[in-house]
């Protein structure tokens, strides 16, 4: 689980970065209503991003270079309060009104 401050990550989530939860592409389902938008990452290679078709929310990433991770964004999950970002990664891509949750910990519920 992490943070990810890549320029592409701002841009999809309209905020400094996004919170991730890789899983193995195979052991994961979603409903046939998630809408698929295809672009080019910072890698040079397609990355997929799934959103709500309903509301527009973003749910998950995967890219062609990753192709057997999903990462699905921690706030769409029926149970985030579960995610515990270990990292931030692309840190070098942080806006500076954003950099303060780089070195933050991972709060724990008590």
């Known amino acids: 689980m992490f943070r990810c ?19 193995d592409l195979n052991s994961f389902v979603i409903g046939d209503n998630c809408s698929e938008y295809e ?3 910072g890698s040079g290679q397609p990355t997929y991003s799934g959103f709500c ?5 973003p749910l998950t990433r995967r890219s062609a270079r990753m192709s057997d991770r999903i990462y699905v964004h921690a706030a769409s999950m029926d149970h985030p309060e579960t995610y515990l970002p270990a990292k931030s990664i692309y ?4 806006q500076p009104w ?3 949750v ?7 519920p008590a």
């Open 98 to 100: 954003d950099r303060s």
């Open 91 to 94: 840190v070098d891509a942080a």
């Open 39 to 41: 672009m080019v990452g």
């Open 5 to 23: 401050h890549c320029r592409d990550c701002q841009q999809l989530t309209g905020t400094g970065h996004s919170e991730m939860v890789p899983l």
């Open 102 to 108: 780089i070195d933050q910990s991972a709060v724990h």
């Open 53 to 57: 078709p309903n509301c527009g929310s």
